[in-house]
């Protein structure tokens, strides 16, 4: 519920109702992750089929590899999986 | 000028909705609430309302119509009993969670199954914890002085929350009473048309519903809790704004009795009525005994119950509805609850009664007092839960 995530019970809007339109992108999914996709920017051939599988569109597109917007990664793997040069590999997040 | 109209509790709380000007009504027929809605349909095809009037396939229907149309900050009337309201149970939830003010009457009635269309608590006693207010009226007068009141309280932005006006089903809903109603013009300046804290607007788009989880879900369910405890404030000032209008004089709790009492019976709804008729007799024998009776179940009014308690030495607690496996039934243990906290010792014993609409006659009541005058003066309770009126 976007950065309303951060209210105390006093100041959170009636019914979790929120306010702002289009105030998703304020609500940072990345810590939901429990696996961390690693980029090997050395192996990455920037063919983009990580850019078109992520249902999260957490696929940063560089010039030469690809990058992972880690606020909104939730670590499902499905980049890791689809690699065709298994450039990305998961690790485990310690928090 | 009030003026006494001969009406049956189902009756009384449509009139009362009617004066409210209801914007909408989402509702579905249901023993023995029918008349209430009946009754509405008849004022909106007779013209006597501008209401929209929403027909409706089902109660779960019902309830997400009318939590719709709240949200629009509409002022919302809807009225069911049982399995009506048993359908309804999860829409109850969704209804406190998103701050709807919506005004429900409810005709108590038994659960199936066995089927049985008769009154007693198990409806709303099976949704006691959805986070409505919850008032019980004795009689259609405090039915329809209930309702009216109702909308005033729910609609108060540090309220914001539902509330149903309970009436015992066929005892109240179907007897015919002179209720005393007030002037249109009365309860158009006692309740002035709805402000909403919150609207649907295209112009001004907001997320309903949204989804919160455990970063923000407590803190959402810890507000609404207050708004409920915010609620006896409210309901207090109202109480007196409607006192000036009508010198009728309502409370959370009503007593009889109270004051030099030894012995005492707590209930709800109809057979409070009959409680004060054999206390009053009692009394005129010398016996100490006293009637408390709770207007509002939810919030429970702990503080008023513990005032009418005082120094009373035994309590006997009716419910007319059943909470199978748990040690006594909801009122009993939420009256326990209270006692406990508050270090109070008295003698407390639970009587379940008139199950599936069964009579609680004024001999039962006697017998009641009787017992727990004994307990009062022995210190001891013969049985803890009994069951009053079955057959062995």
Same mark, same amino acid.
């Given at each position: 519920m976007?950065d309303?995530g ?5 100041s959170?809007?009636?019914g979790g109702?929120l ?5 998703a992108l304020?609500?940072k999914?990345?810590d ?5 996709p690693?980029v090997?920017?050395a192996k990455?051939?920037?063919c ?7 249902p999260d569109?957490?696929i940063?597109?560089?010039e ?9 990664c939730?670590?499902c793997?499905?980049?890791a999986n ?7 590999t998961m690790?485990?997040e310690?928090? | 000028m ?6 049956t509790g189902d009756e ?6 009617k004066q409210s000007?209801v #914007?909408?009504?989402a ?8 008349i209430?809605v ?5 004022? $909106?095809?007779n013209?006597? *309302?501008?209401t929209?009037f929403v027909?409706?396939?089902?109660e779960? /229907?019902?309830?997400?119509?009318c939590?719709?149309a709240s949200?629009?900050?509409a002022r ?5 009993? &049982?399995?009506?309201l ?7 939830y ?7 003010p919506?005004?429900m009457g409810?005709a108590? +009635?038994?659960?199936?199954a066995? !089927?049985?269309?008769?009154?007693d608590?198990s409806d709303m006693?099976? /949704?006691r914890d959805?986070?409505w207010?919850?008032i019980?009226?004795?009689n ?8 009216i009141q109702?909308f005033k309280?729910?609609e108060?932005h540090?309220?914001?929350l ?5 009436i015992?089903?066929?005892?109240l809903?179907?007897?015919?009473? =002179?209720?005393?109603v ?5 309860? /158009?300046?006692f ?8 609207t !649907?607007?295209?112009d001004?788009?907001i ?7 455990? #970063? ?5 369910k ?8 915010n609620?006896?404030?409210?309901? &207090?000032e109202?109480n007196e704004?409607?006192? #000036?209008?009508?010198h ?8 009889y009795?109270?004051?030099?009492a030894?012995?005492?019976v707590i209930?709800?709804g109809s057979?409070a009525g009959?409680?004060k008729? $054999?206390?009053?007799?009692? +009394?005129?024998e010398?016996?100490m $005994?006293?009637v408390?009776k709770?207007?509002?179940y ?5 503080k008023?119950?513990?005032?009418a308690?005082g120094?009373?030495k ?5 419910? +007319?509805?059943c909470?199978f496996?748990?040690p006594?039934?909801a009122l009993c243990?939420?009256?326990f /609850? ?8 008295l003698? $407390?014993?639970?009587?379940v009664?008139?199950?599936g ?10 017998s009641v007092?009787n017992e727990?005058l ?5 210190g001891f *309770?013969?049985?803890? *839960?009994?069951? !009053? =009126?079955?057959?062995?």
């Amino acid at each position: 519920m976007s950065d309303v995530g951060k209210l105390g019970w006093k100041s959170i809007p009636i019914g979790g109702i929120l306010l702002e339109p289009g105030s998703a992108l304020k609500y940072k999914t990345g810590d939901w992750r429990a696996f961390r996709p690693i980029v090997d920017e050395a192996k990455c051939v920037n063919c983009l089929i990580c850019w078109i599988f992520c249902p999260d569109a957490a696929i940063l597109r560089k010039e030469k590899f690809v990058a992972v917007n880690y606020d909104y990664c939730k670590g499902c793997g499905i980049c890791a999986n689809e690699c065709p040069v298994k450039a990305i590999t998961m690790e485990e997040e310690r928090r | 000028m009030s003026k006494i109209i001969g009406m049956t509790g189902d009756e009384a709380i449509a009139y009362a909705a009617k004066q409210s000007k209801v #914007d909408v009504v989402a509702a579905y027929p249901i023993t023995p609430q029918t008349i209430m809605v009946e009754a509405f349909s008849e004022y $909106v095809f007779n013209g006597e *309302v501008d209401t929209e009037f929403v027909c409706v396939e089902s109660e779960h /229907s019902a309830m997400s119509a009318c939590i719709g149309a709240s949200l629009t900050g509409a002022r919302v009337f809807t009225a069911t009993s &049982s399995q009506g309201l048993a359908l309804m149970h999860e829409m109850l939830y969704i209804a406190s969670g998103l701050r709807c003010p919506i005004v429900m009457g409810v005709a108590n +009635r038994a659960l199936s199954a066995p !089927i049985n269309i008769h009154g007693d608590h198990s409806d709303m006693m099976g /949704s006691r914890d959805c986070g409505w207010i919850q008032i019980y009226a004795e009689n259609a007068q405090e039915a329809y002085d209930w309702v009216i009141q109702a909308f005033k309280i729910a609609e108060d932005h540090d309220v914001l929350l539902p509330a149903t006006v309970n009436i015992d089903g066929f005892i109240l809903s179907h007897s015919l009473e =002179g209720v005393q109603v007030q002037e249109d013009e009365d309860i /158009s300046s006692f309740l002035s048309t709805r402000k909403p804290a919150i609207t !649907i607007d295209p112009d001004k788009p907001i997320t309903v519903g949204a989804l919160c989880l455990t #970063d923000s879900y407590f803190e959402v369910k810890r507000q609404q809790v207050e708004a409920l405890n915010n609620s006896f404030k409210v309901i &207090s000032e109202v109480n007196e704004e409607y006192k #000036d209008l009508t010198h009728m004089g309502y409370t959370t709790v009503e007593t009889y009795g109270m004051k030099d009492a030894e012995a005492a019976v707590i209930c709800l709804g109809s057979t409070a009525g009959t409680a004060k008729a $054999v206390a009053k007799k009692l +009394r005129n024998e010398g016996k100490m $005994v006293g009637v408390i009776k709770p207007w509002v179940y939810r919030p429970f009014p702990t503080k008023e119950i513990l005032e009418a308690v005082g120094n009373l030495k035994a309590l006997a607690v009716l419910d +007319r509805a059943c909470s199978f496996g748990a040690p006594y039934a909801a009122l009993c243990s939420d009256v326990f /609850s209270a006692l406990y906290a508050d270090g109070k010792a008295l003698k $407390v014993f639970n009587g379940v009664f008139g199950l599936g609409g069964r009579d609680i006659t004024p001999f039962d009541i006697e017998s009641v007092f009787n017992e727990a005058l004994e307990s009062a003066e022995t210190g001891f *309770v013969k049985e803890p *839960v009994k069951f !009053i =009126g079955v057959r062995n």
